[in-house]
């Protein structure tokens, strides 16, 4: 089976940068994507990565190492309309996809 | 305009009597996949679909059904609902099993 981690909730200022982490157990792995859902809407796609390291897509970035189970979704620069919920998903290679629960991040002033 | 359309956007209904909630996509993507999503469980994958007439089981296909005749579409069906069906339920679609999701608006689901 597949079994991913992350905190339930962090706060952070306007301006300012957070790291979401995610850890995971997975057999077969086949990718990890990071999702951005504001409440009452649907999820929205934000990075993937399957190889380690770093990608970098504006003010979001987001890292994987495969032997640690462990990958971070960074916000820089951040504003209030980032609150949201930010979602971590791996996907195996029988197609199949597990989401964590996700981390609720509130930006204040 | 490239998208995920699902229906009904809210549904109501009572123990028992069946129901489908729709699913088209108009991306020409392979790979098609329902969740539902809980307060405090996340979204969980129920079915998915790799291609026509190819389904599989998620965490938690119990009490549903998937059908994949054409690429697409692929409606949920809940033969005989029950309480502990009522969820938001998403639909999502991507280019193939590697390649990120586009999700539906949702369909709010109440079994009474």
Not at chain 1, 32 to 59: C, I, M
Not at chain 2, 20 to 49: A, F, K
Request: charged share 20%.
């Amino acid at each position: 089976g597949q079994n991913i981690d992350q905190p339930t909730e962090m706060t952070a200022t306007e301006g300012a940068i957070v790291q979401i982490n995610c850890t995971y157990q997975t057999s077969g792995f086949n990718g990890l994507f990071w999702y951005q859902q504001h409440a009452g809407e649907a999820p929205t796609f934000l990075s993937y990565n399957v190889l380690d390291g770093l990608e970098e897509k504006g003010r979001f970035s987001s890292f994987l190492s495969r032997s640690k189970g462990y990958s971070y979704l960074l916000l820089k620069e951040l504003q209030m309309k980032d609150s949201a919920s930010y979602l971590c998903a791996v996907k195996n290679n029988a197609g199949k996809s597990t989401f964590g629960d996700g981390t609720t991040l509130t930006v204040k002033p | 305009e490239a998208q995920v359309t699902q229906n009904p956007r809210y549904l109501i209904t009572v123990t028992g009597k069946k129901l489908t909630v729709t699913c088209s996509q108009n991306m020409n993507h392979e790979y098609m996949s329902w969740y539902r999503q809980d307060p405090g469980l996340g979204l969980r994958q129920i079915y998915y679909s790799m291609n026509v007439e190819v389904t599989d089981k998620g965490d938690v296909p119990e009490g549903y059904k998937v059908s994949r005749k054409e690429k697409r579409n692929f409606p949920l069906i809940l033969e005989s609902p029950s309480p502990n069906q009522t969820s938001l339920y998403f639909c999502a679609s991507s280019l193939d099993s590697n390649s990120p999701l586009h999700f539906g608006n949702g369909t709010r689901l109440t079994v009474t």
